[in-house]
């Protein structure tokens, strides 16, 4: 084993609380693109903003039409080795916590308890009616949306039917940012895998962590904005990396 695998494996040994939190980064060996790799899906495309979706039947037709373009790619995703790696940290009873901003649904796939993942950027698996909270799913959605062309309104309360993502501009769910800052502040050691940490609120959780006295591991591909206050900072593929850390295929 190479030094890399031993100082993150020693770093997990000597931890009791662990947390991990995940960006788009460790589902693209899932075959997802991430955010800012070059390629990826949202570099060609401009990022609807909330405000904007709110604004127009357009700009949400447009929304729509983008994610239903989307979906064949995430429907085909399945866990990686990386994905794996955490789920067997959590039944292994050290980590606690998967804090992710994505909205993939891949750790719960890999067989993590629903509540032990903490979603802070929301779910694109399903959508809810803005006004009222409905969950709709999208198989509903998608046969009228493709016969009409018309943004879905909500069969309850007529409202503004949206996938269940936080989109920029949108609040961040208050309860699920409780419970991640919570996780956060009582861990002992908080590994962030695959984020460029320069989305907040969410890179302020390893901020908070690390202030809360805890050990911070960061394991990404390129350096990151918080490389500087990290204990250890790895630049390695996270499946390889974690899955020899953690002992799994
Ligand atoms: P990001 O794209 O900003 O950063 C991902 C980081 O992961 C990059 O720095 C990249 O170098 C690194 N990376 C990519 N593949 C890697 C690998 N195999 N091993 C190690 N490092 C790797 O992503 P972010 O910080 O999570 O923020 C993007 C936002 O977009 C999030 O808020 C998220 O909600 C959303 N998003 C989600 C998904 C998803 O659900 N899978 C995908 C794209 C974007
Ligand atoms: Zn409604």
């Given at each position: 084993t190479d030094d890399d695998v031993g100082r993150l494996r020693a770093a997990i040994e000597a931890a009791e609380r662990v947390v991990v939190f995940t960006g788009a980064g460790i589902s693209t060996e899932s075959g997802i693109p991430d955010f800012?790799?070059?390629?990826?899906?949202w570099d060609r495309m401009k990022p609807i903003q909330f405000q904007d979706f709110m604004a127009s039947d357009e700009m949400r037709r447009e929304a729509w039409r983008r994610k239903f373009a989307i979906d064949p790619t995430l429907a085909a995703a399945r866990p990686n080795r990386g994905h794996r790696a955490v789920a067997e940290l959590v039944r292994r009873g050290k980590a606690g916590a998967v804090i992710t901003q994505?909205?993939?649904g891949l750790h719960q796939a890999s067989?993590?308890?629903?509540?032990?993942?903490?979603?802070?950027?929301?779910?694109?698996t399903y959508a809810k009616c803005l006004d009222c909270g409905l969950r709709v799913e999208l198989d509903d959605i998608r046969p009228a949306f493709e016969r009409s062309g018309e943004p879905p309104d909500c069969r309850a309360c007529g409202g503004i039917v949206k996938t269940a993502t936080i989109s920029f501009g949108q609040p961040m769910p208050p309860d699920e940012m409780r419970a991640a800052e919570r996780e956060s502040q009582f861990c002992d050691l908080f590994i962030a895998l695959?984020?460029?940490?320069?989305?907040f609120p969410a890179a302020g959780l390893p901020v908070l962590a690390k202030r809360s006295g805890a050990g911070l591991v960061i394991v990404n591909r390129e350096p990151t904005d918080l490389d500087q206050i990290a204990d250890l900072v790895l630049h390695r593929e996270i499946g390889a990396l974690l899955g020899e850390a953690v002992g799994i295929d």
């Open positions: 800012r790799s070059p390629g990826g899906i994505n909205i993939d067989g993590i308890p629903e509540e032990r993942v903490i979603e802070i950027h929301g779910n694109t695959g984020s460029s940490l320069v989305v």
